[in-house]
């Protein structure tokens, strides 16, 4: 598990391991859905509070995220899947790129 490899977030892990050891199939679909729903959440929280400050941050979150979802779906071809490791980094750096010229 990638979370072992972090020491201060191995009680992470070994409580997740019990929820899944616990869970039933059903709740175990439902565990990612969570997980995505709680980073949305909180990723919307830190851009709204950005957004507000002006249409200049607003153009550079939203060049950031439409970034990162054409990175995302290209990585979905076979000889490009490391492309989903980097998708961030690259969806971060255009974003600095739009905001330095903007």
Same mark, same amino acid.
């Given at each position: 598990?990638?979370?072992?490899?972090?020491?201060? *977030? !191995?009680?992470?892990?070994?409580?997740?391991?019990?929820?899944?050891?616990?869970? &039933?199939?059903?709740?175990?679909? +439902? $565990?990612?859905?969570?997980?995505?729903?709680?980073?949305?959440?909180?990723?919307?929280?830190?851009?709204?509070?950005?957004? *507000? !400050?002006?249409?200049?941050?607003?153009?550079?979150?939203?060049?950031?995220?439409? &970034?990162?979802?054409?990175?995302? +779906? $290209?990585?979905?071809?076979?000889?490009?899947?490391?492309?989903?490791?980097?998708?961030?980094?690259?969806?971060?750096?255009?974003?600095?790129?739009?905001?330095?010229?903007?």
């Amino acid at each position: 598990m990638a979370l072992d490899r972090c020491h201060f *977030l !191995k009680p992470l892990s070994k409580v997740q391991e019990k929820a899944e050891k616990k869970s &039933s199939s059903k709740t175990k679909t +439902l $565990i990612p859905i969570i997980a995505l729903a709680v980073m949305l959440g909180a990723f919307a929280n830190f851009m709204s509070a950005e957004m *507000l !400050k002006g249409v200049d941050y607003t153009l550079v979150a939203l060049v950031s995220m439409f &970034s990162m979802m054409g990175i995302m +779906l $290209i990585s979905n071809k076979p000889k490009l899947r490391f492309l989903k490791e980097w998708s961030l980094g690259i969806a971060i750096v255009c974003g600095l790129m739009v905001g330095y010229f903007v």
